[in-house]
């Protein structure tokens, strides 16, 4: 048993607190973790401000990095020491999705009850209450025992704060482009919503080939930014011309309009756009979350006649143990920028107001980082 420092919630829609918790050791199957980094992704921001329903009280976070302290009985203790990336969706590796290796789809993940793989947590508080660890990681704590699937070992050279993004943000984004819509080189892509997750489809556009890459934004730094990634075009969104954005977003790619537009924002008026701005034949790829209950609605009749198409696509139908090493190399060569996404780093205690900033939209990826 240890004491740890992390960042709770009561329950969804109500702010942090840092608290000191307890911490037990790790069981069977199980992994000690000490943080090191820990990105503010905008799915923790969905649960702070309530639009997501979850158990409670929870440690928030799930893109973090960090290395192996201890392990559980049966598991290698010569990985002791190594650092690692972590994946918020622990598969069970035994259910027919596992099985078949669609790994972001596992029907018995731990993650899905916030907990380790027999339902406990390894957390308390100092009165023996129990807390849970969101999607079984939440990374926002100085330390955390998580499910042993969910730890991916990182190359080394690879900075705390990349291996954190490669978790959620630049998995869910790269993925997207390479694994779940496979965007075939010299393709033309949109690109709507340029937080950490559309900048990484920008950087999985220009992996791919992509011969024109459009950056979609109301916000014109981020725009910038994707250019430095780059993004060849642009269009500053307004949201009360969404009709203008979409003939934009077609001007730029030419050909009638984008190959494929990702949607990485989460806002039915910008899946619409996504979808309206399709050429015949292009795929619309959905990326970015709702709030719980939200339809998005297009005209059947344009989209059956010319043959266009809806991906959704979750985590970027990506198998961590295969995508998190492939994603670090691809940093370290030089061919995926990840560093140039963070914006901010901080200290657990200034997460409240990274969320302010991440919810007026102005931050690009801010990440906690912990003293070792
Ligand atoms: N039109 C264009 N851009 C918009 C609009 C709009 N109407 N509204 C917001 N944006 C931009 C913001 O300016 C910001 O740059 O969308 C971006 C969203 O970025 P973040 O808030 O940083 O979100 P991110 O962490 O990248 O996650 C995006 O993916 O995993 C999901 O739950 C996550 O739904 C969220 C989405
Ligand atoms: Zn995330």
Redesign the pocket.
């Known amino acids: 048993m240890r004491e740890i420092q992390a960042a709770v919630i009561e329950r969804a829609g109500q702010p942090t607190t840092i608290e000191t918790l307890r911490l037990d050791d790790p069981r069977p199957g199980e992994v000690l973790v000490r943080m090191t980094a820990s990105g503010v992704?905008?799915?923790d921001?969905?649960v702070r401000d309530g639009h997501w329903e979850r158990p409670g009280p929870i440690v928030m976070g799930h893109e973090g990095a960090g290395v192996i302290e201890a392990v559980g009985e049966g598991l290698d203790p010569r990985v002791v020491g190594r650092p690692v990336a972590l994946s918020w969706y622990a598969p069970c590796l035994r259910c027919r999705e596992c099985q078949r290796g669609r790994q972001w789809l596992c029907t018995a993940s731990p993650a899905l009850r916030h907990a380790q793989a027999d339902g406990t947590t390894r957390l308390s508080r100092p009165d023996g209450s129990p807390v849970l660890a969101y999607l079984s990681i939440g990374t926002m704590a100085s330390a955390q025992v998580v499910p042993a699937t969910a730890v991916v070992p990182m190359p080394d050279g690879v900075p705390p704060e990349v291996a954190a993004l490669i978790g959620?943000?630049v998995a869910?984004?790269v993925g997207a482009v390479t694994r779940t819509a496979r965007v075939p080189a010299g393709s033309t892509v949109a690109v709507?919503?340029?937080?950490?997750?559309?900048?990484s489809c920008v950087m999985g556009a220009v992996l791919a080939g992509a011969r024109r890459i459009v950056a979609?934004?109301?916000?014109r730094a981020?725009i910038d930014l994707a250019g430095t990634l780059g993004a060849t075009h642009w269009v500053q969104?307004d949201?009360e011309t969404p009709r203008r954005?979409i003939d934009a977003i077609r001007e730029a790619a030419g050909d009638g309009g984008p190959d494929f537009v990702f949607e990485?924002?989460?806002?039915p008026?910008?899946i619409e756009?996504a979808i309206g701005a399709l050429p015949p034949g292009g795929t619309a790829v959905l990326?970015?979350?709702?709030r719980f209950g939200q339809s998005a609605s297009f005209e059947a009749f344009p989209f059956v006649d010319g043959g266009r198409r809806i991906l959704g696509s979750n985590y970027g139908s990506s198998v961590a143990a295969v995508d998190f090493p492939a994603l670090a190399e691809a940093y370290l060569a030089g061919r995926l920028p990840v560093d140039r996404l963070i914006d901010r780093r901080l200290a657990l205690p200034e997460l409240e107001d990274a969320f302010d900033r991440?919810r007026d939209?102005q931050?690009?990826?801010q990440v906690v980082m912990f003293q070792a």
């Open positions: 992704c905008h799915s921001l969905h959620c943000g869910t984004g709507i919503g340029l937080g950490g997750v559309g900048l979609v934004d109301v916000n981020k969104a949201p954005t990485a924002i989460g806002l008026a910008t756009q990326v970015g979350l709702t991440l939209g931050a690009a990826r």
